[in-house]
Every structure is written in structure tokens, then in C-alpha cells.
């Protein structure tokens, strides 16, 4: 019973990534899109968000569907590698079904820090640009022209909105909810508030370009004062992978009855196993809680 567990993974996760990439509504994301499409239903509307801070051009359906190949890759290339194991081929497949989540959450996180580095300068831009007469849209032309992407892209886009008739106050939320970050958030909301309230709007600029530099010094005291913490946190949870292995390879034989069954259907001495990578995440999900600090 227990070696059909591969074979019946492997067809489950062809047969959904081969329903999820033939299926209708797996296009472009509104990063590509003027016009946003309706949101995907049930749990695929749940990827729409990280897709679109990534600035990946594609749609949840065809992201879950090549999920769904990954994880038949993993779990062909576990059975390849281990034929005699079913677990190991299991191990395949949840890697290739986890790491392209993994990897597309690594990758919004860092789009979102590139946007964080590249605000202030952005803003210094704009407040420049103002002070020499040009009005905010001419001011965020100029900048979406200069600048590099992914700052360039989004202020191009806005507007491009405000030219085809889109509301300046309705391009400036719609940039905030594509990039879903608090200091853009915050600036959107400067410049909404001067747009309501009227004043200088360079000085308005200046104002949210200082406030920026006090932000970002007191996160990097914050990384830096939680460096090791953090730095900790990895080095445990490598460590008994980096063990594992270098006993796998002094002595197979013995390591390699943690993921082998001693009978068919049993997974008795698979537990231990199982029971210490439960806790493995559950103490880096600790360490990293712990070592994160809002502010």
C-alpha cells in the first residue's frame, strides 16, 4: 500500500496541473492588464496578491498549474533517486508543491524592498521637479522616465491611467493597492491629504522625504540589532540537515531506516523522522517570530 502513495501522488498532481494549465482564466495578471479582471475564486484568488507584488505576468490558475507540474517533477525525481522508499518520493513532492510558493512570496518580498529602496530617491525627484514649477503629473512623467524599474513601471502607469481618464486620486489607490507597502501607502496618503487640503506640495515632499530617512535608519538599527537572532535561527535549523547528511554519508545504512518502511503500509519508524521536522519548523517559525519587531 504504501509504495502506490508516490503513483497515486504523481497522478493527482498531473491530472490537476494538466485541469489548472488547460482550463479558461489562467492569463495575464492585472500587472499586464489596464483593465483588472474579476478575482479568481476560492483559493486561487489568494494568489492574486503575491503575483501582483512579484510583477509576475501570469495568472493564478497558471501559477497553481505549474505548481501542480513541480510537484510531479519532485515526486518523479524522489522515486528515481530512492525507488525503494515511498517516503523520499513524498518528500519530492511536497518540495516541488511548497517551493514555488516559497520561491514567489521571496520574490514579492524583494520587489516590495527594491520599492522601498528606491522611494526616497523618488520622492527627492519629485519634490525637485515640483520646486522648478512642473505640476505632480508632469513631475511623476519625468520620474517614470528617468527612473528604474520597478518604481519607473508603476509611476508610468499611473500616468497612463490619469491620460485615459482615470481620476488622479483613483490612479494614486490604485498604486497602493498593487504594491501593498506601507511607505508607499503612506506617501499615497501625503499626497491625497495635500490634494484635499492644498499647501506647497514641495513642501509636503520634503516632509515625507525626511520622514522616510527616520524610518528606514530605524530599520536598519532594527536588522542590525536582530542580525544574530535571526543568523541563530538558520544556523539551528541547518544544522540537523548538515548532520543528517554527513551520517547518511559515513553510514547509509543506518541513517537510511528513518524513511525506510520495515513493513509494507508502515510508517512506525518513519515517526521519528516526521516528529523532528515538525519540530525543526516549529522552532524556526519561533526564532524568526521572536526575532521580528514591528515598528
Given at each position: ?45 489568494l494568489l492574486e496578491p503575491p503575483l501582483r507584488r512579484a510583477g509576475l505576468a ?112 483613483a490612479a494614486l489607490r490604485e498604486l497602493r493597492e498593487r504594491v501593498e507597502n ?98 525543526q519548523a516549529i522552532g524556526f517559525l519561533w526564532i524568526h517570530k521572536l526575532a521580528?519587531?514591528?515598528?
Amino acid at each position: 500500500m504504501s509504495s502506490l502513495l508516490p503513483l497515486a501522488i504523481g497522478v493527482a498532481a498531473g491530472a490537476t496541473a494538466l485541469r489548472l494549465l488547460s482550463g479558461p482564466g489562467g492569463g495575464s495578471t492585472p500587472q499586464s492588464d489596464p483593465q483588472a479582471p474579476e478575482a479568481s475564486p476560492g483559493l486561487l484568488g489568494l494568489l492574486e496578491p503575491p503575483l501582483r507584488r512579484a510583477g509576475l505576468a501570469l495568472g493564478p490558475r497558471h501559477y497553481a498549474g505549474w505548481a501542480a507540474v513541480a510537484c510531479l517533477a519532485g515526486d518523479l525525481a524522489g522515486w528515481l533517486l530512492a525507488p525503494e522508499s515511498p517516503l523520499v518520493a513524498m518528500a519530492g513532492a511536497l518540495i516541488g508543491a511548497v517551493g514555488p510558493f516559497v520561491l514567489l512570496a521571496r520574490q514579492a518580498q524583494a520587489r516590495v524592498r527594491l520599492f522601498e529602496l528606491q522611494l526616497l530617491p523618488t520622492v527627492v525627484q519629485l519634490s525637485e521637479a515640483v520646486a522648478a514649477g512642473r505640476s505632480l503629473q508632469d513631475a511623476l512623467a519625468v520620474v517614470a522616465q528617468t527612473g528604474r524599474p520597478p518604481m519607473s513601471r508603476e509611476l508610468a502607469r499611473v500616468v497612463d491611467a490619469v491620460e485615459h481618464g482615470v481620476p488622479f486620486e483613483a490612479a494614486l489607490r490604485e498604486l497602493r493597492e498593487r504594491v501593498e507597502n506601507e511607505d508607499i501607502a503612506f506617501f499615497v496618503a501625503a499626497v491625497l491629504l495635500q490634494r484635499q487640503a492644498g499647501g506647497s506640495l514641495a513642501q509636503v515632499f520634503d516632509g515625507i522625504a525626511q520622514t522616510l530617512r527616520q524610518r528606514f535608519a530605524l530599520r536598519d538599527l532594527v536588522r542590525s540589532l536582530t542580525a544574530q537572532g535571526r543568523l541563530s535561527g538558520m544556523l539551528l535549523s541547518l544544522l540537523p540537515v548538515g548532520l543528517g547528511l554527513y551520517m547518511y554519508w559515513l553510514v547509509p545504512g543506518h541513517i537510511s531506516k528513518l524513511w525506510t518502511f520495515a513493513e509494507p503500509g508502515s510508517f512506525t519508524n518513519c515517526l521519528p523522522l516526521l516528529l523532528c521536522a515538525a519540530a525543526q519548523a516549529i522552532g524556526f517559525l519561533w526564532i524568526h517570530k521572536l526575532a521580528t519587531i514591528d515598528y
